[in-house]
Nanobody
Framework: QVQLFESGGGLVQAGGSLRLSCAAS????????VSWFRQAPGKEREFVAV????????LNANSMKGRFTVSRDNAKNTVYLEMNSLKPEDTAVYFC????????????????WGQGTQVTVSS
């Protein structure tokens, strides 16, 4: 069973950048498709991006295309989310999740979740 730990969140001004990390323990992360989701206060959890086991394929939510990039380093057992040109509406808790299938944008498909990391974008 894999355990996930997000880090890298924080407070940033609009237009700024952050890189989130999702580190795994208990299992080899390369065995899993990994996705990022986010949840803003009072809103449903929203798909952000997914990366295949090898890292060779990625998908982004349309609203984040061109601004967010998901990548992974299987040697470090870590998945990353690079976020650029951040907007106040990107403010949310960001979660990484594993155990789903590539292409799935539904949180219910994922078995393993981290605790989340807060991203706050000020205007």
């Amino acid at each position: 069973q894999v355990q996930l730990f997000e880090s890298g969140g924080g407070l940033v001004q609009a237009g700024g950048s952050l890189r989130l990390s999702c580190a795994a323990s208990g299992s080899t992360l390369s065995s899993y498709v990994v996705s990022w989701f986010r949840q803003a206060p009072g809103k449903e959890r929203e798909f952000v991006a997914v990366i295949s086991r090898s890292g060779g394929s990625t998908l982004n939510a349309n609203s984040m295309k061109g601004r967010f990039t998901v990548s992974r380093d299987n040697a470090k057992n870590t998945v990353y989310l690079e976020m650029n040109s951040l907007k106040p509406e990107d403010t949310a808790v960001y979660f990484c999740a594993a155990g789903g299938y590539y292409g799935s944008r539904w949180s219910g498909d994922y078995n393993y979740w981290g605790q989340g990391t807060q991203v706050t974008v000020s205007s």
